[in-house]
């Protein structure tokens, strides 16, 4: 299983960016996706997430109508659609994949874990 993130960069308050994870060595449509961030200091915590069929999204209540989770699973690939950014919002993001049936905001729940990507906001 591999899992491959890109797309992070430096934005100005008020701007967007849209990452991508890029996913190999296992069938992408039958696994729930993630994605996490971490701030420095801070623990990794939920951001959003999208069942297999693209049917189910869910997000954290921070990002909610700024951020869009998205997948095209001809391509294996899952993206994070940031907008409205805030200074906030700056961290390493990271995409996941769920090791067992359902959704989850847990990071324990998840067992393959890309790279991470660094989005930073600048105020």
């Known amino acids: 299983v591999q899992l491959q993130a890109s797309g992070g960069g430096l934005v100005q308050t008020g701007g967007y960016l849209r990452v991508s994870c890029t996913a190999s060595?296992?069938?992408?449509?039958?696994?729930?996706m993630g994605w996490f961030r971490q701030a420095p200091a801070k623990e990794r915590e939920f951001v959003a997430g999208?069942?297999?069929?693209?049917?189910?999204?869910y997000y954290a209540e921070d990002v909610k109508g700024r951020f869009g989770i998205s997948r095209d699973n001809a391509k294996n690939t899952v993206y994070l659609q940031m907008n409205s950014l805030k200074p906030e919002d700056t961290a390493v993001y990271y995409c996941?994949?769920?090791?067992?049936?359902?959704?989850?905001?847990?990071?324990?729940?998840?067992?393959?874990w890309g790279q991470g990507t660094q989005v930073t906001v600048s105020s």
């Open positions: 996941a994949r769920i090791y067992r049936r359902g959704s989850s905001w847990y990071p324990q729940d998840y067992n393959s």
């Open positions: 060595g296992f069938i992408f449509s039958n696994y729930f």
């Open positions: 999208m069942s297999g069929t693209g049917f189910k999204t």
